[in-house]
């Protein structure tokens, strides 16, 4: 044992743990954390300009980087503000740490109104993490940290919670730092895989359907080395794209909205292997089978009942599953057929101007550049469009859909990447929720490219109003000048005249290898035909 304060053995176990980065904004509760930090010296420790960033930059940098992301912040409304991060990474399945103070020990839980008071602060972060534990005693500090990173490598990685009150951080005691953690998440039972293999080799027309667990479970060569052999073409969830090349014959992309060309022709198929996916947006037929291989097992069939589950790894689960596979021979390449099929696919559900503007902006954009799309117009364009030729460069809000994560979060992917291009689309609406962080970006050089599509509205919600509520109302916003706002930080403002010009302008910007933001003019622009139509009440409708 040795004694330090607890502050110092949460440093030095976090470091231990393998921690580079830590996002956070410094509070009167953590200054025993922070100067435990400074003192320990082996971890960057970047400063947002709101709470909210924190979690956003660590799930960024979590996603990027293929290891766990850690944010720091004050309880009470530090750690409110920073819930909405933590509502994405959670729906993403992303491995982020938060780290939150507390109240004095003797004055939590007595409602007396100290400074950031909420009670049962546990309780209140349940909903969007995995686990959460406070600690009191200097001496339970390594053990916590080292518990937390325990729940993070193992099961599904969501995020996961740990508090502790300035007394405990500041005073001193007796603590024994731990060696890192080494858990791993498992690969699924003999007797599953073999069972799996067997209805995988019957079939005739298989099916890959890829989901953001096979991101997360680096499982992008057993993959695609199981749908090669049995000449299986996979499909992808926006949060999988990058589990397979776009280049590569094997992707049928992400297109899979109702009445589409993919979804008609997975719908053609005797079997789908799904892995990593929740299924939620893959209404199967009721008659399909599906194998279901995911490392939370609560997920099997949740969804979608015809299901025959893989609970397990998906990376290790996958290498196994390939070993049996390969016990029988490899099936004659169907890649002719295969690429007739991508083809329509690829111009299924195409419509301007989003495409003519997306096509122009990946165009700009290098191969193996991280991209993260928004929750605006053109972000919602590349889901299922978006050409992904690298693993990990592809990223959304998944299913919690936070407007304005987009910035912050492309940020987090750059600290992570520093050596490839990062760009972030964003709507001139999501922009603003986080556009302080132009402040970040300049002060700690993350030289991230942001796009705004800019038509001085929540778009997207005005013109659900108008086509179906009888009118838009208060969806009109007034913006800054975005090319003198983002000089006022020491960044480069640019304008595109035309939003087709978006890639040159974005190819330039990269160039320049310092924070840019590129406004982009745009009008209204129509529903995406993946989009449900909306449904209004009688007296509404036209």
Known sequence: MARMTGGEALAKQLAIEGVKVIFGVPGVQLYGALAG????????FIT????????????????????????????????????????TTYSAS???????????????????????????????????????????????????????FEQLRTGRPRPVEIE?????????????????????????????????????????????YAGGGVVVGNAFEPLAKVAEHLQAPIAMSPEGKGAVSDHSDLSLGAGFWPKSRLRQYVETCD??????????????PAEMKVIQLDVDGDEIGRNYKNTTGL??????????LLERLRTSPARASRKGEREGLRAEIAEDGRQQPQDQIMRSLRDGVPADALFTADMTQIGYYARPFWPVYHPRTFFTSSYSGNLGYGYPFA???????PDKAVVAACGD???????????????????????????????????????????????????????????SFGATGMRAKDPTDVGKLVRDAIQLDRPVLIDVPVGRMPRPNFFAPRRAPAKYQK
């Open 37 to 44: 930090l400074r003192d320990e010296g082996k971890i960057r």
């Open 48 to 87: 947002t300009r709101h709470e909210q960033s924190t979690s956003y930059m660590a799930d960024g940098y979590a996603r990027a980087s293929g290891t766990i992301g850690v944010a720091l912040v004050v309880p009470g409304p530090g750690l409110y503000n920073a819930a909405a991060g933590l509502s």
């Open 94 to 148: 992303s491995p982020v740490l938060m780290i939150c103070g507390q109240v004095p020990r003797a004055q939590i839980g007595k409602d007396i109104g100290v400074l950031h008071e909420i009670n049962e602060q546990l309780d209140a972060i349940k909903p969007v993490t995995k686990w959460r534990k406070r600690v009191l005693q200097v001496s339970e500090v390594p053990g916590l940290v080292h518990d937390a």
């Open 164 to 208: 502790m009150p300035p007394d405990t951080m500041e005073e001193e005691g007796d603590a024994e730092l731990l060696p890192p953690s080494t858990a791993e998440r498992q690969a699924a039972s003999a007797s599953d895989i073999n069972k799996a293999a067997e209805m995988l080799l019957a079939a005739k027309d298989p099916v890959i």
């Open 271 to 284: 079997l789908v292997l799904a892995v990593g996916s929740r299924l939620a947006a893959a209404p199967f």
């Open 311 to 320: 609970v397990g790894d998906a990376g290790k689960t996958l290498s196994l």
């Open 411 to 417: 940020l987090g992917t750059k600290v992570a990447r």
């Open 429 to 487: 609406g999501g922009f603003m929720y986080n556009c302080q962080e132009l402040s970040t970006a300049v002060k700690d050089k993350i030289n991230v490219v942001c796009v705004v599509f800019n038509d001085s509205a929540f778009g997207n919600v005005a013109r659900d109003l108008d086509e179906a509520w009888g009118g838009t109302w208060n969806a009109n916003l007034v913006n800054p000048d975005f090319v003198k706002f983002a000089e």
